[in-house]
């Protein structure tokens, strides 16, 4: 990870980001509000379905990130802290080329969101990362046997219709950047056991957003 964007080749991913949190739905991260307990910690995981690092192709492999901090993430936050899963799959040149784009050094989106966001990385391992997002939406989910797993369905009710999903544009505050579609989900798993991160819950907020990143900056 000790790239500087002088050096990084051009870059672009596209691809499925999903999470699990401790938040009511939905979760107001997402309104750049503070999250609903004043505090929050949960499951961030991304599919890359295509993409490519230099001449490195990047597309099927995962990353999967345990997140918590105190206060708004997008304003005045503490104690934010983070522990990083690259997929093991990954060989040498992927997993140099995911840690510098998924560490900020590379540029793009990630570079912009981590200087806000900046938290404390308390642990980082390479693990066999699981993650399926439905094709229409309908749910997701991502494992690390034994230490992570996190799954959803797709928000809906009484007057969802039927194969409807319920979604948001243009919202304030999402992890993936600006100009994508969010889609609601509950959380039908959300549990972690890994470098001091440990809870168990279902129920709380989900959401699913495409990414499509691209870097060094110009």
């Not at 961030?44 to 990047?58: C, F, I, K, R």
């Not at 995962?62 to 997929?87: C, K, P, Q, R, T």
């Not at 948001?168 to 959380?187: A, D, I, L």
């Amino acid at each position: 990870m000790a790239e500087t964007t002088a050096t990084v080749p051009r870059w672009h991913v596209t691809g499925d980001w999903f999470d699990t949190c401790r938040c009511n739905i939905p979760c107001p991260c997402e309104f750049a509000q503070p999250p609903t307990f004043g505090e929050c910690d949960g499951v961030m995981a991304w599919h890359v379905n295509e993409g490519s690092y230099g001449d490195v192709p990047l597309a099927g492999l995962n990353v999967l990130i345990l997140g918590s901090f105190v206060g708004n993430a997008w304003a005045e936050h503490s104690d934010a802290y983070a522990a990083v899963f690259i997929d093991e799959r990954a060989d040498g040149a992927q997993r140099e080329a995911l840690g510098t784009i998924f560490g900020g050094q590379g540029g793009g989106w990630p570079a912009q969101f981590l200087a806000t966001f900046g938290p404390e990385v308390r642990g980082m391992d390479f693990a066999p990362i699981e993650m399926e997002v439905d094709a229409d939406l309908g749910g997701w989910r991502a494992a690390i046997p034994g230490r992570v797993e996190a799954s959803a369905v797709a928000l809906g009710g009484p007057t969802t219709p039927e194969g409807a999903r319920v979604q948001s544009t243009n919202v304030p505050g999402s992890e993936v950047g600006p100009g994508q579609v969010v889609t609601w989900g509950r959380s039908t798993a959300d549990r972690a056991d890994a470098f001091g991160f440990q809870w168990s819950r279902e129920g709380q907020s989900s959401k699913h957003i495409p990414f499509d990143w691209s870097g060094p900056d110009d």
